[in-house]
C-alpha cells in the first residue's frame, strides 16, 4: 500500500454533485458541492431535463471547493471516480457533443415508449425482459432514446450515439470522443439498458427495429467496452486536469449509478439490503447467484460490486413525496416533522399509497398517482406526512418480501441517503413496519462509494472489502418497537391488499371492502393505548 494515498470521490445527484476528498488512513479530508437546475413544466409533470455544460461546470466549482476545505493539493490526487444519477439519459453527434439535454432518471414522459418496448417483448419471448422484472420502464435507456427519436426529427440525423450520464462524465474527463472508445457501465447498461453478458450483450437488431422502425440498427450504435468498475475507463485529460486542477493520466474507474455506489459506500455485504433514501428510494442488495424475480427490474452480474450479482428495486419518490405534501400546505418539512416522533403506530387512520411519481416496484408501473385512504375532518397536512412515511415503509417491505420470496437473504438492513440520518421517526416506523433493526451509518455515505472506487484504480487497496473496512462509517441500530410492529403487522395486510387492488387493472369495490372501517378501528385503538 502507498504511504499516502489520496483520491477525489466525485457524486452526482439530482440537483448538485459533491466532490469529497479522502485520505486512505484519515478518510474523509474534506467536500465541496455545487448545485445545477433542473428544468420541470408546469405543463407537462413527466418533464425533467439537466445540460450536461452544466454538471461540468459545477463539477469544477465542486472540486476548488472540496481541495479548498480539504487542504490537499490537486497535484497530490491519485485516481479521481464518479458516479451519477441514472438512467440519465443524453443523445450524442460526432465528438461525443451533446444534441440535446439530459432526460434525466426522473423524466417520466418515455411511458408510452416503455409499454411498447415491453409489449414486443413479450410478443416475442425476449429473455432479456426477465431480467428487468418483467416490464421495462419510462425511467430507462431505450425508452428515452425512443422517444427523443420520436419527437426530434430534425436532430435524428445527427445522432451518433446516445450515454448514461456516468459513462459520458468518465468519456469527457478522459477526453474520449470515438463512439468505440466509450467505456460503457455494466451497472448502468445491465440495469437500464438490457444489456446482459450471458445473454450476448443487447437485444437484436430484429427486436428493436419490431419495436420502431427508428431503432433499427440501434445496438450497433450503443457501442464501446463494457465493464465493471474495477476497470479503468481511462486516463484524466489534460484539459480537465487544468480545468479541476489535478495532475493529468490519473486514472479514472468505469462510472456507477450514484445509489448503487452508495451501498457499496454503506458497506453493503453478502445478506445486507440498503436502503438509499432520498428523493426516491433505491433498494439494493448482493447476491452470489443471479436469481431473477417478477418485479424486481434489476439483477445485473457485476453491478453494485464487481464480483457479485447486484440487485435494484424502489420507489420513485420519497423525499419527494414529503416536500410535495409540505409545499401543499405552504410549509416545510422541518416545520411539519416537529413533533412527528410523538405518532404513533397507525394513529392517523390514513393509509397512504406513494405512487405519487408511478410506482417502480413491483408493479413497475409509471402510469399511477398517490392515494391516501381514511380522511376525516380533523386530519391535517402533520397526519398526511406521518401516513407518508408508515406508506413508504409498507412499501419498502413488500419489496423485501418479494426478495426474499425469490431466494434473496435480507439479514440486515442499512437505511442511507441523505432521509435517514436526519429524521428519527422514519427509521422508527420502518424498524416497526418491517420488524428487524434498522442501521444507520454514523456519517455520510455520500461519495465513500467513489472514494473506494478510486482507491482500487490507484491500487492502494486490491479489493471492495477492504477498502470498506477502512473508509466505511459506523452504524446506530433502531430496534422496532413491540407495540408498533404489532400494530403494523394488521395494517401491512391491508395495505398489500390495497396495493394489488389498486395498482391492477381489474380493481373493483369488492377488493376493497371493509378497509376504511379497519383504519379507524385501528387508529381509534391506537389512541386509545396511549
Given at each position: 500500500?502507498?504511504?499516502v494515498?489520496i483520491?477525489?470521490g466525485v457524486d452526482f445527484g439530482?440537483?448538485?454533485?459533491?466532490?469529497?476528498?479522502?485520505d486512505?488512513?484519515k478518510g474523509?479530508m474534506?467536500?465541496?458541492?455545487?448545485?445545477?437546475?433542473l428544468?420541470?413544466?408546469?405543463?407537462d409533470?413527466?418533464?425533467a431535463?439537466?445540460?450536461?455544460a452544466?454538471h461540468?461546470?459545477a463539477?469544477?466549482?465542486?472540486?476548488?471547493?472540496a481541495?479548498s476545505?480539504?487542504?490537499a493539493?490537486?497535484r497530490q490526487?491519485a485516481?479521481?471516480?464518479?458516479?451519477?444519477?441514472?438512467?440519465s439519459?443524453?443523445?450524442v453527434?460526432?465528438?461525443?457533443?451533446p444534441?440535446?439535454d439530459?432526460?434525466?432518471w426522473?423524466?417520466?414522459?418515455?411511458w408510452q415508449?416503455a409499454?411498447?418496448i415491453?409489449?414486443?417483448?413479450h410478443?416475442?419471448n425476449?429473455e432479456a425482459?426477465r431480467?428487468?422484472?418483467?416490464?421495462y420502464?419510462?425511467e430507462w435507456g431505450?425508452?428515452?432514446?425512443?422517444?427523443w427519436l420520436?419527437?426530434n426529427p430534425?436532430k435524428?440525423s445527427r445522432m451518433?450515439t446516445?450515454?448514461?450520464h456516468?459513462?459520458?462524465a468518465?468519456?469527457t474527463?478522459c477526453g474520449i470522443?470515438e463512439p468505440?472508445?466509450?467505456p460503457r457501465?455494466?451497472?448502468?447498461?445491465g440495469?437500464k439498458?438490457?444489456?446482459?453478458?450471458s445473454?450476448?450483450?443487447?437485444?437484436?437488431?430484429?427486436y428493436?427495429?419490431?419495436?420502431?422502425?427508428?431503432l433499427a440498427g440501434?445496438?450497433?450504435?450503443?457501442c464501446?467496452?463494457?465493464?465493471?468498475s474495477?476497470?479503468?475507463?481511462g486516463?484524466?485529460s489534460?484539459l480537465?486536469a487544468?480545468?479541476?486542477?489535478l495532475?493529468?493520466?490519473?486514472p479514472?474507474?468505469v462510472?456507477?449509478?450514484?445509489?448503487?455506489?452508495?451501498a457499496?459506500?454503506?458497506?453493503?455485504g453478502?445478506?445486507d439490503v440498503?436502503?438509499?433514501?432520498g428523493t426516491s428510494t433505491?433498494?439494493m442488495?448482493?447476491?452470489?447467484q443471479?436469481?431473477?424475480i417478477p418485479?424486481?427490474?434489476?439483477v445485473?452480474?457485476g453491478?453494485?460490486h464487481?464480483r457479485?450479482t447486484g440487485?435494484?428495486?424502489?420507489?420513485s419518490?420519497?423525499?419527494?413525496?414529503?416536500?410535495?405534501i409540505a409545499?401543499r400546505?405552504?410549509?416545510?418539512?422541518?416545520?411539519l416533522?416537529q413533533?412527528?416522533e410523538?405518532?404513533?403506530?397507525?394513529e392517523?387512520?390514513?393509509?397512504?399509497l406513494?405512487w405519487d411519481?408511478g410506482d417502480r416496484?413491483?408493479l413497475?408501473?409509471?402510469?399511477?398517482s398517490g392515494?391516501?385512504l381514511?380522511?376525516r375532518l380533523?386530519?391535517?397536512?402533520q397526519d398526511e406526512l406521518?401516513a407518508?412515511?408508515?406508506g413508504?415503509?409498507?412499501?419498502t417491505?413488500l419489496?423485501?418480501?418479494?426478495m426474499?420470496?425469490?431466494?434473496?437473504?435480507?439479514h440486515?438492513?442499512?437505511?442511507?441517503?441523505g432521509i435517514?440520518?436526519?429524521?428519527?421517526t422514519?427509521?422508527r416506523?420502518y424498524a416497526?413496519?418491517?420488524?428487524?433493526?434498522?442501521?444507520?451509518?454514523?456519517?455520510d455515505p455520500?461519495?465513500i462509494?467513489?472514494a473506494?472506487?478510486?482507491f482500487l484504480a490507484?491500487g492502494t487497496?486490491?479489493?471492495?472489502e477492504?477498502?470498506q473496512?477502512?473508509?466505511c462509517?459506523?452504524?446506530?441500530?433502531?430496534?422496532p418497537?413491540?407495540?408498533?410492529?404489532?400494530v403494523y403487522a394488521?395494517?401491512?395486510?391491508i395495505f398489500?391488499?390495497?396495493y394489488?387492488?389498486?395498482?391492477s387493472?381489474?380493481?373493483?369495490?369488492?377488493?376493497?371492502?371493509?378497509?376504511?372501517?379497519a383504519?379507524?378501528?385501528?387508529?381509534t385503538?391506537?389512541?386509545?393505548?396511549e
Amino acid at each position: 500500500m502507498p504511504h499516502v494515498s489520496i483520491v477525489a470521490g466525485v457524486d452526482f445527484g439530482t440537483l448538485s454533485v459533491r466532490v469529497s476528498i479522502f485520505d486512505h488512513q484519515k478518510g474523509r479530508m474534506g467536500s465541496g458541492v455545487a448545485e445545477y437546475p433542473l428544468v420541470r413544466k408546469k405543463e407537462d409533470p413527466d418533464h425533467a431535463t439537466q445540460k450536461h455544460a452544466d454538471h461540468m461546470e459545477a463539477l469544477v466549482l465542486a472540486m476548488q471547493r472540496a481541495l479548498s476545505a480539504s487542504g490537499a493539493d490537486g497535484r497530490q490526487i491519485a485516481a479521481i471516480a464518479l458516479d451519477t444519477t441514472g438512467s440519465s439519459v443524453v443523445p450524442v453527434g460526432e465528438g461525443l457533443v451533446p444534441l440535446d439535454d439530459y432526460y434525466l432518471w426522473c423524466d417520466h414522459r418515455a411511458w408510452q415508449e416503455a409499454a411498447r418496448i415491453t409489449g414486443v417483448a413479450h410478443d416475442v419471448n425476449l429473455e432479456a425482459i426477465r431480467w428487468c422484472g418483467g416490464t421495462y420502464s419510462s425511467e430507462w435507456g431505450f425508452a428515452k432514446l425512443l422517444h427523443w427519436l420520436r419527437n426530434n426529427p430534425e436532430k435524428r440525423s445527427r445522432m451518433v450515439t446516445a450515454l448514461e450520464h456516468c459513462d459520458m462524465a468518465a468519456a469527457t474527463l478522459c477526453g474520449i470522443t470515438e463512439p468505440a472508445a466509450i467505456p460503457r457501465s455494466i451497472c448502468a447498461m445491465g440495469h437500464k439498458w438490457m444489456w446482459n453478458q450471458s445473454l450476448g450483450g443487447l437485444p437484436s437488431d430484429e427486436y428493436f427495429g419490431e419495436v420502431d422502425p427508428l431503432l433499427a440498427g440501434i445496438g450497433n450504435r450503443i457501442c464501446g467496452r463494457f465493464a465493471t468498475s474495477d476497470q479503468i475507463a481511462g486516463r484524466l485529460s489534460p484539459l480537465w486536469a487544468e480545468r479541476l486542477g489535478l495532475s493529468p493520466g490519473i486514472p479514472i474507474p468505469v462510472g456507477g449509478i450514484d445509489a448503487h455506489w452508495d451501498a457499496v459506500g454503506a458497506g453493503v455485504g453478502l445478506g445486507d439490503v440498503v436502503n438509499v433514501i432520498g428523493t426516491s428510494t433505491c433498494i439494493m442488495a448482493i447476491s452470489e447467484q443471479p436469481n431473477l424475480i417478477p418485479g424486481v427490474y434489476g439483477v445485473v452480474p457485476g453491478s453494485i460490486h464487481p464480483r457479485y450479482t447486484g440487485i435494484e428495486a424502489g420507489l420513485s419518490a420519497t423525499g419527494d413525496i414529503f416536500d410535495a405534501i409540505a409545499r401543499r400546505a405552504n410549509s416545510s418539512v422541518t416545520a411539519l416533522s416537529q413533533n412527528l416522533e410523538h405518532y404513533g403506530a397507525g394513529e392517523t387512520g390514513l393509509l397512504r399509497l406513494t405512487w405519487d411519481n408511478g410506482d417502480r416496484t413491483v408493479l413497475v408501473n409509471p402510469e399511477l398517482s398517490g392515494v391516501t385512504l381514511g380522511w376525516r375532518l380533523t386530519s391535517t397536512a402533520q397526519d398526511e406526512l406521518f401516513a407518508a412515511i408508515e406508506g413508504t415503509a409498507f412499501h419498502t417491505r413488500l419489496i423485501l418480501e418479494r426478495m426474499e420470496e425469490y431466494g434473496v437473504p435480507v439479514h440486515r438492513i442499512i437505511n442511507a441517503g441523505g432521509i435517514p440520518q436526519k429524521n428519527a421517526t422514519l427509521n422508527r416506523v420502518y424498524a416497526s413496519v418491517i420488524n428487524k433493526p434498522i442501521l444507520v451509518p454514523q456519517s455520510d455515505p455520500t461519495s465513500i462509494g467513489s472514494a473506494i472506487f478510486a482507491f482500487l484504480a490507484a491500487g492502494t487497496y486490491p479489493t471492495v472489502e477492504e477498502a470498506q473496512a477502512a473508509l466505511c462509517p459506523s452504524y446506530a441500530t433502531v430496534e422496532p418497537d413491540p407495540r408498533d410492529a404489532t400494530v403494523y403487522a394488521e395494517m401491512f395486510p391491508i395495505f398489500r391488499k390495497l396495493y394489488f387492488a389498486m395498482g391492477s387493472k381489474d380493481a373493483g369495490p369488492a377488493q376493497m371492502s371493509g378497509l376504511l372501517p379497519a383504519l379507524r378501528r385501528i387508529a381509534t385503538q391506537a389512541i386509545c393505548r396511549e
